[in-house]
């Protein structure tokens, strides 16, 4: 019967025109949990064949939906986090820099699940701004990095989802945790061996990298262990059967060409979701998915209706709940990277832009190719080593930096170029190339996709006003040194 109920309502929702449908007046609708990791990379995930131990993200997969190629249009914690609240792209938002804020006047799912009536939720980092943009019931739990506070943030949790199922209301929480991102102080380290772990293509072994490597795994299994006690404690609340649970990895790694890049490593994000009855378990689902669909999806799961003018994504409900019939909803992934307000490097003009499909990387910097560089807080011991200082503490980047001084190998000098310079295009095929190492926006085969992809991201940037991304980054640097006046 459950089953059954469930198939009508998810019928009801594809009546619905305006306001609450039929299908959320008639129907239990679904309550959501979206539990946030912090810097992680989606193939580092066991899940994804990672080495990182994820026995219930594993079984979150088991039970539901797998996502393949969702991607983020930023890859630093405050943009990619305003896309996903607002289903808006940061070109509306203008939330690009780091620690941005988005314009006054956007919108967010609270603001689209409370009419019809969700409990509208955020534990833990919040990262935001302003509060009218997202105005989530703060539950607490933004913490201080150097302690396990995954203990509170369920206590914070258990106690809203309660509270609201007594009142007979459904309910949406964001936990978002800090596990993943650096300094890496939460977890059980000794669960992993450095020895044992496989350094990728796109890496230079180092003591420095894996030792570090260690320490975010042991965070991540840590973030896994929360999972498992969310999804028990909805289960013991009775409310198993009727909550959405999601799993998002935020962005790419801290480690380098993760975070801050517009690399595939950097904008792609590990999403696993489950909902009995109606999510099929054990599924994966391929078609591109922006950060900014999940907002849309969640209001037509719940019964709502989705004005497209109101999003720049668009609802995946109906790929989630029959991915063996899925249809592409997008044909390209579009991302962005700014140096602004990034630690270190506040200053710095070098825009990334990128476009992707299913197959293909393309990657703009227009300053690449010269002098200038692009850096971030991870790199900047690396830069100061290659200008002849040593670095104190030597972290990855620049452990990377003393073996290739020491070794003087082609593939180290390579990879060490990479920390920072950048060819001004770059296209890559992940199919043959997933690490996109291997630069074909020269070669005469290619030459069709690079211009398709190029005109593409021409039209996208030309959209939003972003047609010359170093003017943008300029207008970014000036809004910072007035807030510093």
């Known amino acids: 019967m459950r089953v059954f109920s469930r198939i009508l309502f998810c019928l009801g929702l594809c009546l619905c025109n ?6 959320a007046e008639d129907q239990v609708r679904p309550n959501i949990v979206v539990l946030i990791g912090d810097d992680i990379d989606r193939n ?10 994820t026995p219930h993200l594993d079984q979150l997969a088991a039970d539901g939906l797998r996502l393949d190629r969702v991607y983020a249009n930023v890859a630093m914690c405050a943009p990619f986090r305003q896309e996903l609240y607002s289903g808006r792209v940061c070109w509306r938002t203008r939330a690009i820099p780091n620690h941005s804020r988005s314009v006054e006047g956007t919108q967010s799912i609270p603001h689209y699940l409370r009419p019809l009536g969700y409990q509208v939720g955020l534990a833990g980092k919040s990262h935001v701004g302003p509060q009218s943009a997202y105005p989530f019931d703060k539950l607490g739990g933004d913490m201080d990095k150097k302690l396990d506070n995954n203990a509170l943030l369920l206590e914070k949790a258990t106690a809203y989802a309660t509270a609201a199922r007594d009142e007979q209301k459904p309910f949406c929480i964001y936990i978002a945790a800090n596990d993943g991102h650096g300094p890496y102080t939460t977890g059980d380290p000794s669960q992993y061996d450095a020895s044992a772990l496989t350094v990728p293509d796109d890496a230079i072994d180092t003591k420095e990298y894996r030792a570090e490597l260690v320490a975010h795994y042991a965070e991540v299994t840590n973030l896994d262990k929360l999972l498992g006690d969310v999804r028990a404690m909805l289960k013991r609340e009775g409310l198993a059967d009727n909550t959405l649970v999601m799993y998002c990895s935020e962005q790419g790694s801290a480690f380098p060409f993760g975070k801050w890049t517009c690399y595939d490593d950097g904008l ?6 489950a909902l009995p009855g109606l999510i099929p378990a054990g599924e ?7 950060m900014a669909d999940f ?23 109906q790929n989630f709940t029959n991915p063996n019939e899925s249809q592409a909803i997008h044909e390209y992934a579009y991302g962005a990277f700014t140096n602004c307000n990034i630690i270190d490097n506040r200053d710095r003009i070098f825009p990334i832009r990128s476009i992707r ?10 300053l690449g190719g010269g002098e ?42 390579k990879l060490v170029n990479r920390l920072h310079q950048r060819p001004e295009w770059a296209l890559y095929d992940r199919q043959t190339d ?15 996709v690079a211009d398709r992809l190029k005109n593409a991201l021409s039209a996208w940037l030309e959209k939003w006003g972003d047609a010359d991304p170093v003017a943008t980054e300029k207008s970014f640097v000036k809004g910072v040194e007035k807030r510093q006046k």
């Open 357 to 366: 499909d299913s197959r293909y990387s393309l990657i703009w910097c227009p």
């Open 372 to 413: 200038d560089i692009t850096s971030n807080t991870t790199l900047t011991k690396a830069l100061v080593m290659l200008d002849g200082t040593p670095a104190k503490q030597p972290n990855t980047a620049s452990s990377w930096v003393r073996k290739m001084q020491a070794v003087g190998r082609p593939r180290q000098e």
């Open 18 to 23: 305006t306001g609450v449908s039929r299908a």
């Open 284 to 290: 994966v689902c391929d078609e591109i998915c922006w």
């Open 434 to 448: 997933p690490h996109e190492l291997k630069n074909l926006i020269d070669d005469a085969d290619s030459a069709e």
């Open 44 to 53: 580092s995930l066991g899940t994804w064949g990672g080495e990182i131990k």
């Open 295 to 317: 907002t849309p999806t969640f209001i037509e799961a719940a019964g709502g209706s989705v004005d497209p003018a109101d999003f720049d994504g668009r609802s995946q409900w």
């Open 268 to 273: 792609s994000s590990g999403v696993v979701m």
